[in-house]
């Protein structure tokens, strides 16, 4: 996709050896926001990445998502922080996403949702 291949140029170390799967998505994404934090919509995507650490070994697959509109990240989720609160965030983003697929399922022919068209 071309939101990821820029997003991870930016978090890791060594980006063109990444392993990138799609998970879910990508679909339309809408979270209310927080206490201090505005809405967030517009199109997301959830996936995983395995890249390499300092040493050069893969350190295994990590759960990301990302929400965008009109081509600019909006947010990013489980970048690459190793803490509960950002993996709790990821995992809510990802179900929201494959809620909106299954809500509103891609159309066979274009691959884009049915409301999109």
Same mark, same amino acid.
């Not at 339309?28 to 201090?36: D, P, S, V």
């Not at 070994?57 to 600019?72: D, K, L, N």
């Not at 947010?75 to 809620?99: K, P, W």
């Given at each position: 996709?071309?939101?990821?291949?820029?997003?991870?140029?930016? &978090?890791?170390? /060594?980006?063109?050896s990444a392993?990138?799967q799609i998970?879910?998505?990508?679909?339309?994404?809408?979270?209310?926001?927080?206490? *201090?934090?505005a809405?967030? $919509?517009?199109?997301?995507?959830?996936?995983?990445?395995? !890249?390499?650490?300092? *040493?050069?070994? $893969?350190?295994? *697959?990590?759960?990301? !998502?990302? !929400?965008? +509109?009109?081509?600019?990240?909006q947010?990013? &989720?489980?970048?690459? +922080? /190793?803490?509960? *609160? /950002?993996? #709790?965030?990821? %995992? #809510? #983003?990802?179900?929201?996403?494959? /809620?909106s697929?299954?809500?509103?399922?891609?159309?066979? !022919?274009?691959?884009?949702?049915? %409301?999109s068209?």
């Open positions: 996709m071309e939101v990821i291949g820029p997003l991870l140029r930016n &978090y890791l170390k /060594d980006p063109h392993q990138v998970v879910a998505g990508p679909a339309f994404f809408f979270h209310k926001g927080g206490l *201090f934090g809405p967030i $919509y517009g199109w997301g995507i959830c996936f995983e990445v395995n !890249a390499k650490n300092g *040493f050069g070994a $893969y350190t295994g *697959f990590r759960r990301m !998502a990302v !929400a965008w +509109r009109h081509g600019t990240v947010r990013v &989720y489980g970048d690459m +922080r /190793d803490n509960v *609160f /950002d993996q #709790a965030l990821t %995992s #809510a #983003a990802c179900q929201t996403i494959r /809620d697929m299954t809500a509103n399922p891609p159309n066979s !022919a274009t691959g884009l949702p049915r %409301s068209l």
